[in-house]
């Protein structure tokens, strides 16, 4: 199957504005269609996972049974992967990793008005400060395609995803044959 439109992945500490970018590049009236893909809910949509850990208030992802319900989807392309991982994605389907960073005094505050309890407020946060998922992305992807991205304000919601659009369309140009 020929890939006609790129894969991409939006990841980034949970709070960081992953969904609300996602959503709104998959909305954006472009001549290319984007399908969102938020990865908890497709999970828990399609019991994609081992278990339910209460202490943690989380599903514990069955990454093989997530891949294998992946792969058909992500043939033809056109997909935002909205995950807080990357690792379990295979390069060969993705075409660019975006990891949205936030300060984390108002990751802080995105996630208490979230309702999160404490304890995984702290983890997020220093998640954050550490870089987790940004060196994941780097250790799992070539360097050309991993992009870091600050989603601290609304403007700079809106720029990001101007920015990725204009990314899709230029990909879309420069491959008129698909990959
Ligand atoms: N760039 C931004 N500037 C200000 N608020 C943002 C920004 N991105 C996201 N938010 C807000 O932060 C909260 C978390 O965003 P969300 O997209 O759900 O994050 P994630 O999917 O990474 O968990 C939401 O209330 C959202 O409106």
Avoid at 44 to 53: F, I, V
Avoid at 60 to 75: F, G, R
């Amino acid at each position: 199957m020929v890939r006609r439109a790129p894969n991409i992945v939006v990841t980034g500490t949970p709070g960081t504005g992953k969904s609300t970018t996602a959503e709104l590049i998959a909305g954006s009236s472009t001549n290319v269609p984007m399908r969102h893909f938020n990865i908890s809910e497709l999970v828990k949509q399609n019991n994609l996972y081992e278990r339910y850990d209460e202490e943690w208030d989380s599903y514990v992802v069955d990454e093989d049974k997530l891949l294998d319900w992946l792969e058909p989807q992500t043939a033809d392309g056109g997909l935002i992967l909205d995950w807080h991982a990357c690792e379990p994605f295979p390069e060969r389907w993705i075409d660019l990793v975006v990891v949205l960073r936030c300060d984390h005094t108002k990751l802080w505050e995105r996630l208490e008005a979230r309702g999160y309890p404490l304890k995984k407020i702290q983890e997020n946060n220093e998640s954050e400060i550490m870089e987790v998922i940004l060196a994941e992305a780097r250790e799992n992807y070539t360097q050309e395609i991993v992009v870091e991205l600050a989603s601290e304000s609304t403007d700079e919601l809106q720029a990001n995803v101007e920015r990725i659009v204009q990314w899709i369309e230029n990909w879309v140009n420069d491959h008129p044959d698909g990959v």
